[in-house]
């Protein structure tokens, strides 16, 4: 089969590999349709993940079962399917108090194993969850909806009246849209790029330019303050725009070894809760119920659908700001 791989550190080739045989209690998914992550190019230049290589990249993806292995249950060949990529020990501390996405010992199909940028991919039926009519290109965005989700769960969204999300790409509009399925109306994206700030409003969403006047104004008014952009300079002034008694949430992947200014007078005297989260914890049947809540138009978050051999480029260019979710698909 072809598949994406990793050769080393910023190494990254279109290779031709075996097709995977389904082990005990595993299930041989066609891929249809597989995302691009941020994660993905941080993977490849050794700032997450083991950089344990070769490996297929690619946790976010979808497609159809269609060999299954022994001891198997519940799960058969023809089904539709997308697929959960994190696998925990169950042993550890974080495992034991429910925390399965920090696990000591967490993996995850696309970081430590053999992940979605391939014809096919051997997913442990526990990984596994069908999705019956629903497109694979939507579905595929079931992990990073997952992902937002978790995130949400850190913050008591119902005591929220507005929230502002700093990066209005493909994962602040996730969290946006899902936000909105948990009644949380008054949202405002900011972000540089003025076909962005379009996008938002296009969605419903109100927008504003970073550095405007418009946005000083709101500071000290808003109840939840996100970032989504995984820049430490935008993190840092996240406490500014929280009300009192506000929460902030460091969503996005800042580099490892970066560090802020918070002034912790600030934290106490105005009650901040400062939270943060990582990876989805067991988020899929959650998100795939968020996803129909929003809608189809929540597919005009991919801009481009492109083959197998056509991701390579993509995963070697990280920031391209005039794409928003990039799907490797096949039919
Ligand atoms: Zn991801
Ligand atoms: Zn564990």
């Known amino acids: 089969m072809k598949a994406i791989t990793y050769q080393s550190l910023g190494e990254i080739a279109l290779s031709e590999l075996d097709n995977p045989e389904p082990a005990q209690h595993e299930v041989v998914v066609k891929v249809h349709a597989s995302g691009i992550c941020h994660t993905d190019i941080d993977i490849l230049y050794g700032r997450y993940g083991s950089s344990k290589f070769p490996i297929v990249p690619g946790h976010e993806y979808a497609g159809e079962i269609v060999s299954v292995g022994k001891g198997v249950t519940n799960l058969s060949e023809g089904q539709r399917v997308v697929v959960d990529p994190n696998f925990h020990c169950g042993d550890c501390r974080s495992c034991k108090k429910g925390l399965t996405n920090l696990c000591d010992k967490l993996g995850a199909y696309g970081v430590t194993q053999h992940g979605g940028f391939a014809e096919f991919s051997a997913v442990h039926q526990d990984n596994i969850f069908p999705i019956s009519d629903m497109p694979y290109g939507i579905a595929a965005l079931a992990e990073p909806v997952g992902c937002v989700l978790n995130g949400l769960d850190a913050i008591d969204t119902d005591a929220c009246e507005n929230a502002m999300i700093f990066g209005a790409g493909p994962i602040g509009m ?12 008054d949202i405002t994206m900011v972000d540089l790029n003025d076909s962005r700030l379009e996008l938002a409003e ?18 000290k008014s808003v109840d939840l303050v996100a970032d989504a952009t995984g820049v430490p300079q935008v993190a840092e002034k996240l406490i500014n725009y929280a009300a009192n008694g506000g929460n902030v949430l460091f969503f996005g992947v800042c580099p490892p070894g970066e560090t802020i200014a918070v002034s912790p007078h600030d934290v106490f005297r105005r009650q901040i809760r400062l939270a943060g989260t990582h990876s989805l914890n067991h988020n899929i049947p959650e998100a795939i119920n968020a996803i129909e809540a929003i809608g189809p138009e929540i597919e005009r978050l991919v801009s481009h659908r492109v083959e197998l051999n056509e991701i390579k480029a993509f995963l070697e260019k990280s920031n391209q700001s005039n794409s928003l979710k990039v799907h490797a698909v096949t039919t």
């Open 174 to 185: 996730l969290m946006a849209l899902s936000l909105r399925t948990k009644g949380v109306n």
């Open 202 to 219: 296009s969605f419903g969403l109100k927008a504003i330019a970073a550095a405007s006047d418009d946005l000083t104004s709101t500071e």
